[in-house]
């Protein structure tokens, strides 16, 4: 598995009741919409700005979502952010390039070329102002020690708009998500929640990372049971994340993600 936080969405199709009903494969993030969008796979965590581009079937009830800090979404930077010019990005999540541009622009009202690069926070902030380090890179940061301006994307988007903020949905081609389907996912899910203290153990050990990050980070940064205003918030993002990439357009040449 590519990243810590997908372990309780799978982990009942892994070692639960679900398991052996889904040929699993594990990517990042972009990797699964690339293999929807070529037909390799039929369903996928996707990040959400995909929805946007491909016409896919949400899978209700469970994704990737924060209600505040998220933890593992971090833009570094060495000058505050509305002073953001250039900004090298890891783009294994295209909804995280995606959000720090929606941030950065209607909070900050910066409109900085974005470039991509390898998590690597040295290397990034060598070539750019700011970097923005994703998923388990970011887990291995210590914000409060790092001499630089730390963002986390997560709380910004809260603390800007109210609202939650979805970062990947399960979703399929058309045809693919069928009542059965649906439940599958949604008992998986539940089967991790319940036993978060064995994904602890297991994934700590694996990532080694210190169990009480792991703990800390899947019960209180990650939300994975998604409702009514996740999904008002998704759609904020997507209809922000619109808006945003034409007005960098305007502005810039660089690429969007």
């Known amino acids: 598995m590519s990243y810590l936080n997908p372990s309780p969405l799978?982990?009942?199709?892994?070692?639960?009741?679900?398991q052996?009903?889904?040929?699993?494969?594990?990517?990042?993030?972009?990797?699964?919409?690339?293999?929807?969008?070529?037909?390799?796979?039929?369903?996928g965590i996707i990040p959400s700005i995909e929805l946007t581009r491909q016409a896919l079937d949400i899978i209700p009830g469970t994704g990737i979502a924060c209600h505040g800090a998220v933890r593992s979404i971090l833009l570094v930077s060495a000058r505050p952010a509305a002073e953001i010019r250039t900004l090298a990005a890891d783009n294994s999540s295209r909804t995280s390039v995606q959000l720090a541009r929606v941030i950065l622009y209607?909070?900050?009202?910066?409109?900085p070329e974005f470039f991509p690069h390898r998590p690597d926070l040295d290397a990034m902030l060598e070539i750019a102002d700011a970097a923005l380090v994703i998923g388990d890179p970011a887990l291995r940061i210590d914000p409060p020690c790092?001499?630089?301006?730390v963002y986390d994307l997560g709380a910004e988007w809260v603390e800007m708009t109210g609202f939650p903020m979805v970062f990947a949905v399960w979703a399929g081609r058309p045809g693919t998500v069928t009542p059965a389907v649906t439940a599958a996912f949604g008992e998986s899910c539940r089967y991790g929640i319940e036993r978060i203290e064995e994904i602890v153990a297991v994934e700590s050990a694996r990532r080694e990372f210190a169990p009480v990050l792991v703990r800390r980070y899947l019960t209180r940064h990650i939300v994975h049971q998604l409702g009514p205003r996740d999904y008002e918030g998704m759609d904020l993002f997507l209809r922000y994340a619109r808006l945003a990439g034409a007005a960098f357009d305007q502005q810039r040449s660089g690429p969007l993600y």
């Open 146 to 149: 790092l001499p630089y301006y």
């Open 106 to 111: 209607r909070r900050y009202g910066a409109a």
């Open 20 to 43: 052996g009903l889904f040929d699993l494969s594990f990517q990042v993030p972009s990797g699964c919409a690339d293999d929807v969008a070529s037909g390799a796979a039929d369903i």
């Open 10 to 18: 799978v982990w009942g199709m892994l070692h639960g009741p679900q």
